[in-house]
């Protein structure tokens, strides 16, 4: 080979390994030991992640030979010890196993599903919540779980709205840092501890049409700044893993995603955590039509930064080859392995590999029963209220109807795989215990919420005939929603609806209790109920909770972290929409357009001639058993300096007769930009407590910093003008005020 082309070929090899060398940043002395002691075949064992089946001998010969570096869904401590032996004892080095699980709300305690533990609001409640089910799950040998998701979720047919914190970046970003702080606690070392993993990185929430794995195409602004900052504040609350998602991204899968694992994780966010794939989906990126086959997988992935796969075999069936070969460098290898072992050196695993079995099934403790039984109770939103709530000290006699009345197993919603149902506190149950056995009639009718069954009315409704109220649970079973149970039609369902009708028919007040995975169309319901409480899928204590909330005991203080449609067909639905050229003004609605209508009789502006487009109710819509008062926004000057903050503030009072819990939602809207912006952006908000007659002003600071967006050129901008300011108890009520950013 010629001098020249022989240059021309080192310069190629050169910038190949350049672009390939790792951010291989400073480990520890043990891990930095480690990497110059392990072989190839070591070090691609450590990235290799499997379903456990149970201390089997094909396990277990895998686990010797160094093929395992982590286990999920392994649950039983005795189990987990022995598989962890063979690792520690068995092995060249004794590199200890992780074991994992989807510990997503509660490990045996049940609390509340994400979606309603994001309507309580409350970062504390949430981080207790996850601090309870990692004390319970490390019980187990659980040391790290696939929790917080935090993806941004804006179509209710999708079915993993469950597992989210809803619609809105700030309360996501919030709410998902709390769990990360509740599985970690202070120091991950501790054994009662699990690694966090914030998922799915990134987009999984705008697969289109709401239907899951889809692809997902996302304008730049929108992955900036909606889908991206809840993951960067995870990153930046110390997430020790990410796990990325299933979906495309404008063509290329997050798996293979350079902008997301290295320019974003990895580069802007300063990520030293380790990144896992989701289930498999190194090797979907050959049926996405990106991977030729399961080696092409295994160099994409690995060469974009994903360090450990989840049970597609890519990396323990190629990624030695691919080193041997030259495609993927031995630099890239090491960071991949640094990072895995990294991992389980902060989990303290080198020098404590065993569960505790004298500590072991930790379970049900009282005060985590409290813990879950508030938090489904601060999940708890009423939605509507002619008076008939709270139920009056002695309200007669009490039926009980709807399919979601007595659902031991489906009250707990989606990823519930480890709690017994017969621990699961039902409504029905909870009521008898509060007004007596006599005095609550069991006239549940349909047994399910699929349930079709016309003779079901039929009992429910002569079980009913001489109440006095009835309370009807409706909703979903826990299966209608989660991973790849997506739905297209939103209302409730089999036969509730016809149900509601026909109990309504014995004009007796009706409130309807939903307990559902996701935002449902209740319109119809809506109309027949004299009050509604909606409280999504709540877990264990769902049972007391309801009745602490029905009686009057707790004062409903939940809020909607998603909006609710009016019907199906409005999805995608959030509040902050852009305004349009053609902003909906008057509605002429489907029933009003007269006969033979003009072409242009109904506006020509932007709305659903069935249907409107507003929600049912808005993101941030919570009703309480009293009522606030809040006063115009008042400001404390009407311009503002890019280095200057101005106060917005609002007088918050309680107008009636007991005490109350009630939050203040500030709401910032950018009237021109060089690319148009939603008319509004929640950037804050503050639960406040007030007792009857009780007024204070809720102050908040408004900085440029909460007017920055990402502009066309991928630039953080704060771009002079004018700037509306709303502080209101949802995303659709109250007036702006204006102030000018010079
Ligand atoms: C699933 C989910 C992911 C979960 C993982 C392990 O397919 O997408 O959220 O953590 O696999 O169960």
């Known amino acids: 080979m010629n001098n020249n082309i022989k240059r021309g070929a080192i310069i190629v090899l050169a910038s190949v390994a350049l672009f390939q060398s790792a951010d291989v940043s400073a480990h520890s002395k043990r891990v930095e030991d480690l990497l110059s002691r392990m072989t190839v075949a070591e070090k691609v064992g450590q990235l290799n992640q499997l379903s456990g089946w149970g201390y089997a001998p094909g396990m277990t010969a895998m686990i010797r030979a160094g093929q395992v570096s982590s286990l999920l869904n392994e649950v039983d401590p005795v189990v987990v010890n022995k598989l962890q032996k063979v690792a520690v004892d068995s092995t060249r080095l004794g590199i200890p196993l992780i074991f994992a699980r989807d510990v997503i709300h509660g490990f045996k305690t049940m609390f509340p599903i994400p979606l309603g533990q994001a309507a309580t609001w409350d970062a504390e409640t949430v981080r207790q919540g996850a601090a309870i089910a990692a004390d319970e799950a490390s019980s187990a040998g659980v040391r790290w779980t696939f929790s917080p998701m935090v993806d941004i979720a804006r179509d209710a047919r999708w079915g993993r709205i469950a597992e989210g914190f809803g619609e809105d970046p700030y309360l996501t970003s919030l709410l998902g840092v709390a769990m990360v702080k509740g599985y970690q606690g202070d120091d991950l070392s501790r054994p009662n501890t699990m690694a966090a993993?914030?998922?799915?990185?990134?987009?999984?929430?705008?697969?289109?049409?709401?239907?899951?794995?889809?692809?997902?195409?996302?304008?730049?602004?929108?992955?900036?700044?909606?889908?991206?900052?809840?993951?960067?504040?995870?990153?930046?609350?110390?997430?020790?893993?990410?796990?990325?998602?299933?979906?495309?991204?404008?063509?290329?899968?997050?798996?293979?995603?350079?902008?997301?694992?290295?320019?974003?994780?990895?580069?802007?966010?300063?990520?030293?955590?380790?990144?896992?794939?989701?289930?498999?989906?190194?090797?979907?990126?050959?049926?996405?039509?990106?991977?030729?086959?399961?080696?092409?997988?295994?160099?994409?992935?690995?060469?974009?930064?994903?360090?450990?796969?989840?049970?597609?075999?890519?990396?323990?069936?190629?990624?030695?080859d691919l080193v041997e070969k030259g495609e993927v460098s031995m630099a890239v290898l090491?960071?991949?392995?640094?990072?895995?072992?990294?991992?389980?050196?902060?989990?303290?695993?080198?020098?404590?590999?065993?569960?505790?079995?004298?500590?072991?099934?930790?379970?049900?403790?009282?005060?985590?029963?409290?813990?879950?039984?508030?938090?489904?109770?601060?999940?708890?939103?009423?939605?509507?209220?002619?008076?008939?709530?709270?139920?009056?000290?002695?309200?007669?006699?009490?039926?009980?109807?709807?399919?979601?009345?007595?659902?031991?197993?489906?009250?707990?919603?989606?990823?519930?795989?480890?709690?017994?149902?017969?621990?699961?506190?039902?409504?029905?149950?909870?009521?008898?215990e509060r007004y007596g056995k006599k005095n609550v009639i069991d006239a549940r009718g349909l047994e399910f919420s699929r349930d079709k069954e016309r003779a079901h009315i039929d009992r429910a409704v002569a079980a009913a005939a001489d109440a006095d109220i009835?309370?009807?649970?409706?909703?979903?079973?826990?299966?209608?929603?989660?991973?790849?149970?997506?739905?297209?039609?939103?209302?409730?369902?089999?036969?509730?609806?016809?149900?509601?009708?026909?109990?309504?028919?014995?004009?007796?007040?009706?409130?309807?209790?939903?307990?559902?995975?996701?935002?449902?169309?209740?319109?119809?319901?809506?109309?027949?109920?004299?009050?509604?409480?909606?409280?999504?899928?709540?877990?264990?204590?769902?049972?007391?909770?309801?009745?602490?909330?029905?009686?009057?005991?707790?004062?409903?203080?939940?809020?909607?972290?998603?909006?609710?449609?009016?019907?199906?067909?409005?999805?995608?639905?959030?509040?902050?929409?852009?305004?349009?050229?053609?902003?909906?003004?008057?509605?002429?609605?489907?029933?009003?357009?007269?006969?033979?209508?003009?072409?242009t009789s109904t506006g020509c502006t932007s709305f659903y001639l069935d249907a409107g487009n507003t929600p049912l109710y808005p993101f941030g819509y919570g009703l309480s058993y009293t009522e606030f008062d809040?006063?115009?926004?008042?400001?404390?000057?009407?311009?503002?300096?890019?280095?200057?903050?101005?106060?917005?503030?609002?007088?918050?009072?309680?107008?009636?007769?007991?005490?109350?819990t009630t939050i203040a939602q500030l709401y910032v809207g950018d009237k021109v930009a060089s690319l148009v912006q939603p008319v509004k952006v929640m950037k804050n908000f503050e639960k406040i407590i007030l007792k009857p007659g009780e007024s204070r002003d809720v102050n908040f600071t408004i900085t440029a910093d909460n007017l920055m967006f990402t502009d066309r050129n991928m630039n953080r901008v704060v771009e002079p003008g004018e700037f509306n300011v709303w502080i209101a108890s949802d995303s659709q009520t109250g007036k702006p005020v204006t102030f000018n950013l010079n």
């Open 197 to 320: 993993c914030t998922k799915h990185f990134a987009g999984y929430g705008y697969g289109e049409g709401g239907r899951d794995y889809n692809s997902a195409y996302i304008a730049p602004g929108v992955l900036e700044d909606v889908i991206l900052p809840p993951f960067e504040a995870c990153a930046k609350a110390g997430s020790a893993t990410f796990m990325n998602s299933f979906n495309e991204i404008n063509g290329i899968p997050a798996n293979a995603s350079h902008y997301l694992l290295k320019d974003k994780l990895r580069k802007a966010w300063n990520y030293d955590g380790m990144v896992v794939s989701d289930w498999n989906s190194a090797m979907q990126m050959v049926p996405q039509g990106y991977a030729r086959d399961l080696r092409d997988a295994a160099r994409i992935a690995a060469l974009a930064g994903m360090d450990m796969d989840m049970e597609s075999h890519a990396y323990i069936g190629n990624l030695q």
């Open 334 to 432: 090491d960071s991949l392995t640094a990072n895995v072992l990294t991992l389980k050196e902060r989990l303290g695993l080198f020098d404590n590999p065993y569960v505790d079995l004298g500590k072991a099934n930790r379970y049900y403790a009282p005060e985590s029963l409290k813990a879950a039984r508030q938090a489904a109770a601060m999940s708890a939103i009423l939605l509507k209220n002619d008076g008939v709530l709270p139920l009056k000290a002695r309200p007669g006699r009490i039926a009980v109807a709807g399919p979601m009345a007595d659902a031991k197993h489906d009250q707990n919603g989606t990823w519930s795989f480890d709690m017994e149902k017969e621990r699961t506190v039902t409504p029905l149950a909870s009521l008898r």
């Open 470 to 599: 009835i309370l009807y649970f409706a909703g979903e079973e826990a299966v209608l929603s989660g991973e790849a149970h997506c739905r297209t039609d939103l209302t409730l369902p089999g036969a509730q609806a016809a149900e509601l009708q026909a109990l309504k028919a014995l004009d007796k007040p009706v409130v309807v209790v939903v307990m559902a995975g996701r935002p449902l169309e209740i319109s119809e319901q809506n109309d027949l109920a004299d009050a509604i409480v909606y409280y999504f899928h709540p877990g264990t204590m769902g049972g007391p909770a309801i009745v602490d909330v029905l009686s009057g005991d707790f004062n409903p203080q939940g809020h909607l972290p998603v909006c609710l449609p009016r019907t199906s067909g409005q999805m995608p639905l959030y509040y902050a929409q852009t305004n349009t050229g053609r902003p909906a003004s008057e509605i002429v609605l489907i029933d009003d357009i007269p006969l033979e209508a003009g072409q």
């Open 630 to 660: 809040f006063s115009p926004v008042r400001l404390s000057s009407a311009t503002m300096d890019r280095e200057g903050n101005i106060t917005a503030t609002c007088t918050v009072t309680n107008k009636g007769d007991r005490e109350g």
